[in-house]
């Protein structure tokens, strides 16, 4: 396997802990900071806009920068904004923090794909790029599992902390492994919108968009929601996250498979409405059954 690659899957890893580690934390990270969960939970999507904006825009502008030096200089960004965030001792500096860490996500995972393609044979740039984006998912099993637990041991911070020293490790793997001059981007911003402005690009923006709307409303709150309704909480919600984590990777590449053999358009029309059915039933078991039997079916749901 091309120790390149895992070096950017691990720079994806930690990009993926580091963006969804709140979810798990959120009533820690409220408490400590004073305000409600409510709030704290615009910190995901504060995050989101902030990647969605900057993306593109600081991507075309890094355009004619060196592969590897964006990449390092991204992965540095994202380390120092999560340490940052481990000292903050007030919420408009977590929120400034999140921010950041967003602009630095939406850099380095554009240019993780493309190098890559770029350092890829052509026969293997779909799995090369699987590699790589597979880092984020091995986050949802691994990553935002471990800063959970770590929460009640040590405090909300630990979990920022532990985000800074998987950048750290990712940096330095980066450093030894990436070649320099590596290719430099090519799409301007124009091209880029012109290319968003298409049918069927929009088509797919918009069912990407409602999807992960009606599933990161639920796992935004998932801590609250399982503690509330199930009674889980501490090390029982780290491995309730896990299990999760595995059905993501698990749907990955079964819906993967599924699109190729019966196309995407099938494929699409029952994994969605297997979605909805799901956050349907998560909120029928959530409001009519008592905690002591919601914890053994909202962790299947």
């Not at 990647?51 to 060196?66: E, F, K, R």
């Not at 637990?149 to 405090?155: E, N, P």
């Not at 990712?170 to 012109?194: D, F, I, M, V």
């Not at 298409?198 to 399982?226: E, K």
């Amino acid at each position: 396997m091309d120790i390149r690659l895992l070096s950017l899957a691990g720079g994806a890893f930690a990009i993926g802990t580091g963006s969804l580690i709140v979810t798990g934390i959120l009533p820690h990270l409220a408490s400590g900071l004073g305000v409600s969960i409510d709030t704290a939970g615009l910190l995901i999507s504060i995050f989101a806009l902030a990647y969605a904006i900057g993306s593109p825009i600081l991507s075309t502008v890094l355009g004619d920068a060196d592969r590897k030096h964006v990449l390092l200089g991204a992965m540095a960004v994202f380390g120092l904004a999560n340490l940052g965030a481990a000292f903050a001792t007030d919420f408009a500096v977590v929120v400034l923090a999140r921010i950041v860490m967003a602009l630095a996500a939406g850099v380095f995972m554009p240019a993780a794909n493309a190098v890559a393609v770029a350092i890829s044979p052509p026969e293997r740039r779909g799995r090369a790029i699987a590699l790589v984006t597979g880092g984020m998912t091995v986050s949802l099993i691994l990553g935002v599992p471990i800063g959970t637990a770590v929460v009640g041991f040590g405090g909300w911070y630990l979990a920022f902390l532990i985000v800074a020293a998987l950048s750290a490790l990712s940096l330095a793997g980066l450093l030894a492994k990436l070649p320099p001059g590596l290719p430099h981007g090519t799409n301007t911003l124009r091209e880029r919108l012109q290319v968003a402005g298409r049918g069927d690009v929009l088509l797919a923006l918009g069912t990407t968009m409602f999807w992960t709307t009606g599933a990161f409303v639920l796992y935004t709150y998932i801590a609250p929601f399982l503690t509330n309704h199930a009674g889980i909480a501490g090390p029982w919600l780290a491995a309730t996250l896990v299990l999760s984590g595995i059905g993501s990777a698990l749907g990955n590449q079964f819906g993967g498979m599924a699109s190729d053999r019966f196309g995407p358009e099938r494929s699409l029309s029952v994994v969605l409405t297997l979605l909805a059915a799901s956050l349907v039933a998560a909120s029928l078991v959530a409001v009519t059954l008592p905690p002591t039997i919601a914890v053994y079916l909202l962790p299947l749901v």
